[in-house]
């Protein structure tokens, strides 16, 4: 009887520890302590999480004070996802602008000095860098976050980033493998599928996975994409001839031979949770190969933390997942907590939480910056009217971030005002064109080439008022428009600070 208990709870804790569960608030609630306390051994931030990095800070010490070797995971690639500063948009560019710049060492000063602000908070696992390669334009959800379409490029910027984020005693988490760079739908909503060859997905997907696994990125996150090259049967996150026989599997089996551990992409997407549902799902992901099960997005509280618990466990009982794959999974997990926490004392930046300054992301952002029709360009003399051409959230990205040059051109120009105008607003142009009467216009748009409404009003826009400047925030794609035309490659608010530091003083 002793025996049977024994191995009751060993498993009830390592079930407990391959779970990344997200919670709500700015403090831990008790029930979160209580799960750690009980085996939980990594956690979940989002922005709704963090008001400052002095509370960001408390908050992870008293994580700690339960368990000392935790996992504290954030989803910050800096651009235009950011947690840590949700609420006012990045101070550092995110991967395309640092793409297109190209220099290395800058992706490795940038992730190097993000990772430090995220250690000083606690916080000791990024799932990022993106190592996606955007080989399709139409992409809906990876765009601006992939540092570009070339394979090559994006493995040594991924490479860099790693190093720098590693550096700083942060852990680095790849994603989303086996690439998500060639899709046209988004993985939140449904399940997306590339049907490239093996040959393509070598020669191009998989480049900056294996060039990162070579660097030594602890982590690589799973992506929810169907594959049928690999098996035509399940997404990624499921498929155990992605996870353990291409990633995991040794160079010499044609794998990728990562050693380090594989969280899955959110389990309450709908590509997951709406298919399989989310218990299933994660069985399924544990069985397959993955080490780390991410929820709570969408999802918090502990009552999802004990669904998924229980089901982990009863797999095993009912010989759907095997104990020895459960033990070594949560092996994995808490092999990265110890790693995390020695890193963190041998970084040196485990000091105090601090705010970014906008200083080498400024720097990045400014370098990052294409300029059309500069020559003939003249600075407004009076202020000027900002419409922001917005398409719908990307729910990565989240719809409380703010995004474009306003705040600072009406910073830098007094008395400069601002609409915010959508798909469905009717002659988009026309609206514009009133609500700014006499003032001089500034289109901002965010992909354009994607949305045929927004197209649509900046040619009229340009048409009606030549002396329109446009800002393109997304991936530039459309023929450049406006007496001015500045592509800054991201939307973060270091970007749109580059952009109106241009249109004010030309």
């Known amino acids: 009887m002793t025996t049977s208990l024994r191995a009751s709870d060993t498993l009830t804790r390592d079930a407990l520890a391959v779970l990344q569960p997200g919670f709500a608030g700015t403090s831990a609630p008790s029930w ?58 990045s101070s550092y560019p995110g991967n395309l602008a640092l793409g297109h710049i190209d220099d290395p060492d800058l992706t490795r000063a940038v992730a190097h000095e993000l990772g430090g602000r995220l250690a000083a908070a606690g916080v000791n696992l990024n799932w990022a860098p993106s190592a996606d390669v955007n080989s399709n334009p139409d992409n809906p959800v990876i765009g601006v976050r992939s540092f570009g379409g070339d394979p090559e490029l994006v493995a040594r910027h991924t490479v860099a980033y790693v190093e720098g984020l590693q550096a700083a005693g942060v852990a680095a988490c790849v994603k989303h493998f086996p690439g998500h760079g060639d899709t ?141 794959r459960l033990a070594d999974a949560a092996a994995r997990v808490r092999s990265l907590a110890a790693w995390a926490k020695g890193a ?3 970084s040196g930046t485990g000091g105090p939480a601090g705010h970014a300054r906008d200083g080498i992301g400024l720097e990045a952002a400014r370098r990052a910056l294409v300029v059309t029709g500069l020559d003939g360009y003249r600075r407004p003399s009076g202020p000027g009217y900002v419409a922001a051409l917005t398409p719908l959230a990307n729910i990565a990205v989240g719809d409380e971030t703010p995004w474009g040059p306003a705040a600072e051109l009406e910073r830098m120009i007094p008395g400069t005002r601002t609409g915010t105008y959508g798909s469905t607003d009717g002659d988009v142009a026309a609206t514009v064109l009133a609500d700014a009467g006499d003032r001089p216009v500034v289109a901002v748009v965010r992909d354009l080439h994607r949305h045929p409404w927004m197209a649509q009003a900046v040619e009229q826009l340009v048409a009606a008022r030549p002396s329109t400047v446009v800002v393109e925030m997304g991936v530039p794609q459309a023929s450049p428009q406006g007496a001015l035309h500045v592509a800054t490659r991201g939307a973060a608010r270091v970007c749109g600070r580059a952009a109106a530091e241009v249109i004010a003083r030309g």
């Not at 309450?268 to 544990?286: C, D, F, H, K, P």
């Open 184 to 324: 046209a739908v988004d993985s939140h909503h449904a399940v997306p599928r590339i049907d490239a060859d093996l040959a393509t997905l070598r020669g191009r997907e998989l480049v900056p996975f294996a060039a990162a696994v070579d660097a030594g990125s602890k982590c690589v996150m799973s992506a929810h994409i169907l594959l049928p090259a690999l098996d035509a049967a399940h997404p990624g996150t499921l498929s155990s001839a992605a996870l353990t026989g291409l990633l995991r599997a040794p160079r010499s089996e044609g794998g990728l031979g990562h050693e380090g551990l594989i969280v899955t992409d959110g389990m309450e997407m709908q590509a997951i949770s709406a298919t399989y549902g989310l218990e299933r799902g994660s069985v399924l992901a544990l069985a397959a190969g993955a080490d780390a099960i991410c929820v709570g997005g969408g999802l918090s509280g502990e009552d999802t933390v004990l669904r998924l618990r229980d089901a982990l466990v009863g797999a095993v009982r009912d010989g759907e997942l095997t104990e020895e």
């Open 344 to 346: 963190r004392g041998r």
């Open 32 to 89: 979160l302590l209580r799960q750690l306390d009980e085996g939980l051994t990594s956690v979940g931030l989002f922005g709704r999480n963090i008001d400052s990095p002095e509370q960001l800070a408390l908050l992870t010490e008293q994580l700690r004070e339960v368990r000392p070797e935790l996992l504290v995971a954030i989803d910050e690639e800096g651009g235009d996802v950011t947690r840590l500063e949700a609420r006012t948009g």
